[in-house]
Antibody, heavy 123, light 111 residues
Framework: QVQLVESGGGVVQPGRSLRLSCAASGFTFSTYGMHWVRQAPGKGLAWVAVISYDGTHKHYADSVKGRFTISRDNSKNTLYLQMNSLRAEDTAVYYC????????????????WGQGTLVTVPS | QSVLTQPPSASGTPGQRVTISCSGSSSFFGSNYIYWYKEIPGTAPKLLIYRNDQRPSGVPDRFSGSKSGTSASLAISGLRSEDEADYYCAAWDDSLSGRYVFGTGTKVTVL
């Protein structure tokens, strides 16, 4: 069964950096795109970024473009999110999620989610 | 600002049918598949419907999805207490630079 386990969350001061990781198992990681999605306290789901199965295509939400970088290591079955210049409004639970489409690099959707890791940036 | 709009809340008594709408622009809906997710606060979201009307294995047939024109709908029939949750529609928007868009979310309450 698909398992996605996020780590790396915590409390970080505004302007600092943090890197999230997501360990994947139960599927062939190197053949599926991967997403990060976040949910601020009391708010709805907000998509953050996606990376294609081979890492060659990346897309970002406008709110994080230029500050966050999504990457993957297919040899380690691990997804990453490097978050720089963090702001109070980045406070959220961050979910790692698996893409629905096999070897897609142009069309994406989410089918499985991790349990999330909390990132807190005090104001 | 989401391009997919959902009613903030919906409710019903056990056994009733509840429908949640997801609306947007014709340009967006015309070429994109709609996905639906269920989220119980404090737990990971779960896929309910993919490609407008397809159910993953393990999802009860009480859940059904449809899409027509500039809106999509999720119907829950035979409402049960465990259906009380937040529900989100979503779709890939390949205009501009590409993004995955979530709806505004609907809180379903079982009375």
């Amino acid at each position: 069964q698909v398992q996605l386990v996020e780590s790396g969350g915590g409390v970080v001061q505004p302007g600092r950096s943090l890197r999230l990781s997501c360990a994947a198992s139960g599927f062939t990681f190197s053949t599926y795109g991967m997403h990060w999605v976040r949910q601020a306290p009391g708010k709805g789901l907000a998509w953050v970024a996606v990376i294609s199965y081979d890492g060659t295509h990346k897309h970002y939400a406008d709110s994080v473009k230029g500050r966050f970088t999504i990457s993957r290591d297919n040899s380690k079955n691990t997804l990453y999110l490097q978050m720089n210049s963090l702001r109070a409004e980045d406070t959220a639970v961050y979910y790692c999620a698996k893409d629905h489409y096999y070897e897609s690099s142009g069309y994406y959707a989410i089918d499985y989610w991790g349990q999330g890791t909390l990132v807190t940036v005090p104001s | 600002q989401s391009v997919l709009t959902q009613p903030p809340s919906a409710s019903g008594t056990p056994g009733q049918r509840v429908t949640i709408s997801c609306s947007g622009s014709s340009s967006f809906f015309g070429s994109n598949y709609i996905y639906w997710y269920k989220e119980i606060p404090g737990t990971a979201p779960k896929l309910l419907i993919y490609r407008n009307d397809q159910r993953p294995s393990g999802v009860p047939d009480r859940f059904s999805g449809s899409k027509s024109g500039t809106s999509a709908s999720l119907a829950i029939s035979g409402l049960r207490s465990e259906d009380e949750a937040d529900y989100y529609c979503a779709a890939w928007d390949d205009s501009l630079s590409g993004r995955y868009v979530f709806g505004t979310g609907t809180k379903v309450t079982v009375l």
